[in-house]
């Protein structure tokens, strides 16, 4: 659970920490860096812009790149019980019938559990055993290892996580190079239903021609993706369920369903087509983490992974750090984690250059494409970043060569 405590209070508690951490960004990869550093003793001071914690909606999939740092902060179990499996996936064509189906649990379950959990339930399992957070909050000022908050304080900082999203605001105050934005010219929107099928542990996708459909589940219920080109989308998200309706007849009860519940949301979440990627991810005493320093579209299902990761990762090395070393540890996991992420994050791109294009032609060739190649050659370099995951104490020992 989130705690609402005063930032001084937190600075106060970290005083005699042997490393001062401030972790900018309560989203998923900032919590679990938190969560990470409480299990070594230390205090991270974790502050958030928003005044108060609002769960965006939307659903992610998570492979088994994050059981370790769920299993590291003792909260494997309790992500289990919050999630379903994702065991099945179905591609359908242009006009709604399914052209083949999957098995994702075969291709994964020896690295570890695929699941499907919605973003909310996520952030109260990183905070189950409770987690300090200064809401309302942001670092205005960067000088020497010394931060100053919109709130007035100033402090010492041993390291400063910028974990405050794509659109980082603390990234605009560290040298960190290049910061480039895809822009897709898509969004879509984001809501809930519950009609699970037969099925409830099958993801299913429907590239059509100019929209995108896609069902998948989380605990109990499905999380609903229709999306488009973003100027397409001004006719607002029933009169484009309509569309999407019309355009592809043979979607069958299910996404039928998924269409009547974005109809139906008086407010569903839209989702902004968009990554971003940073040219340096260290800046001294300064990281940026998670979508602050690559933000991913979500056509491969690997963001949030790969920011848990990228955050189990900085977490465990630092177990090694004191501050004299840090500044080698720093720059061996940008090293390392870097190029893993980016490598993710190209795969993405990829997929999106196939579903973000328009025209009769082109679904019918992304279909035979469809019915040749496997989930397994598609997402083959996601699997490999499974199945290649770094040991970040071997990591660390080596950038301390010990």
């Known amino acids: 659970m989130l705690t609402t405590t005063p930032l001084q209070q937190q600075l106060d508690t970290q005083r005699d920490d042997r490393l001062r951490v401030v972790i900018a960004g309560a989203g998923v990869a900032g919590l679990t860096l ?19 914690m609002e769960h965006p909606g939307y659903m992610l999939a998570l492979m088994p790149i994050v059981d370790a740092a769920l299993r ?5 179990d309790a992500y289990l019980a919050s999630s379903t499996p994702l065991a099945r996936y179905a591609f359908r064509s242009h006009r709604g019938k399914t052209l083949r189906s999957d098995d994702l649990g075969a291709l994964l379950e020896v690295h570890g559990d695929y699941q ?24 205005t000022a960067v000088d020497d290892g010394r931060a100053t908050f919109s709130t007035g304080e100033q402090a010492s900082f041993d390291l400063l996580v910028a974990a405050d999203g794509i659109h980082s605001r603390t990234r605009d105050l560290l040298d960190v190079g290049d910061v480039a934005s895809l822009e897709t010219g898509w969004s879509g929107w984001v809501t809930w239903s519950n009609v699970l099928g037969d099925d409830p542990t099958l993801g299913e996708e429907l590239w059509g021609d100019g929209f995108f459909l896609g069902v998948y589940p989380v605990k109990d219920r499905l999380g609903v993706f229709l ?20 355009a592809a007849p043979e979607i069958g009860p299910r996404l039928q369903a998924a269409l009547d519940a974005v109809a139906a949301d008086p407010d569903p979440y839209l989702w ?25 579209l979500p056509t491969a299902g690997i963001g949030a992974g790969m920011a848990i990761e990228s955050a189990w990762m900085l977490g465990r090395m630092l177990a090694h750090a004191d501050r004299a070393n840090l500044d080698a540890l720093l720059a061996e996991w940008e090293r ?23 025209g009769t032609a082109v679904a ?6 469809a019915r040749m190649m496997s989930v397994k050659s598609v997402i083959g370099p996601i699997i490999k970043l499974v199945a290649e995951q770094p040991d970040p104490d071997a990591v660390a020992r080596r950038a301390l060569g010990r």
């Open 34 to 52: 938190a969560a990470m550093l409480r299990t070594q003793g230390l205090h991270p001071v974790l502050i958030e812009r928003m005044p108060q």
């Open 72 to 76: 590291d902060i003792g909260a494997h």
């Open 116 to 139: 499907g959990i919605d973003r909310g339930a996520l952030i109260d399992v990183l905070t189950a055993d409770g987690c300090p957070v200064s809401f309302g909050t942001t670092v």
């Open 227 to 246: 999306g488009g080109p973003s100027s397409d989308l001004s006719i607002g998200a029933a009169a484009f369920a309509a569309h999407a309706r019309q």
């Open 272 to 296: 902004p087509l968009t990554d971003v990627r940073s040219e340096r991810w260290v800046s001294g005493r300064a990281v940026l983490l998670g979508d602050a320093a690559s933000g991913f």
């Open 336 to 358: 390392v984690q870097k190029p893993r992420v980016e490598s993710a994050q190209s795969n993405s791109r990829m997929l999106a250059k196939l579903m973000f294009r328009r």
């Open 364 to 369: 019918w060739l992304r279909e035979t494409a």
